[in-house]
């Protein structure tokens, strides 16, 4: 009897019924990137082949013009479902910043991948990238987004590059009104089909000089609060000092700094040795 059962378990043990195997669900992070991916490779595949045609410069713009360049519209759609599936977590944010990286050709898509940054990751020790992004955005979301993290974010690294970029941001559009003050017509109309009409006028009517102040103010934040914080190999701190130098110092009107150097004879000179007279310096290197 045992022995009967025993052969009679073997057989069920051979028909029994196999387990079902399912394809692993895709990650949001996993289709994020093969998205990216996709873009990344076909605008790679596009300039390596441009490369290899060397063209002169008149041949340059009538190709580019006959061969647009690979635009990012496809991969946006689903970068943005992504982002919109996957709210206040990290793959969000990193959709939204390639978005910002790469939402040139759309301002709006800029403008609302600020606005969801501002209001879920404001207080990620994450976004000193971010804030780089935007030292020289001109707009109005760009500062104000700066501003946030500077007075929200609770980490010094972020509030120290928000800080710095902040400075940069206010500096640039004054150097911008400055260049537009002295442009010919053919400068302003690229401008203006850069920026769109009423934000040429918006910036138009700003007041560099305030803008420079406000400059100054956050550069001096800067030294007093942010100094020591790290920024590439160098800290703000070091940073700053050398641009207030040149902001300061480097500008028409002012006695140019002391050079000490060798002429092409190997003779040492000074700059100041021909003070009152007209000199020319033409810096130049071979590497």
Known sequence: MSFALFVFAGCAATHATPVPTTTPVESPATRLAAVTAEFAKAESDYWDAFDKLKLKDDETTKYLKDHPAPTPDNCLKSVWDIVNNNEKQSVAMTGLVWILNHG????????????????????????SPVCQLLSRDATPAAREFLEAALDKNPDRQVKGSACYAL??????????INNLKGADAAARDRYLKSMGESEFDRIT????????????KLYDRILDSFADVKYGKQTLGDVVRAEMFEARSLVIGKPAPEIEAEDLDGVRFKLSDYRGKIVVLDFWGNW
């Open 104 to 127: 040139y050709a759309n301002p709006e898509n800029r403008k609302k991948s600020l606005a969801l940054l501002r209001r879920d990751f404001i207080a990620s020790g994450d976004i």
């Open 167 to 176: 400075a940069k941001n206010h500096a640039s559009i004054a150097q911008m």
């Open 205 to 216: 009517k700003l007041d560099p000089a305030e803008l420079t102040k406000n400059a100054e």
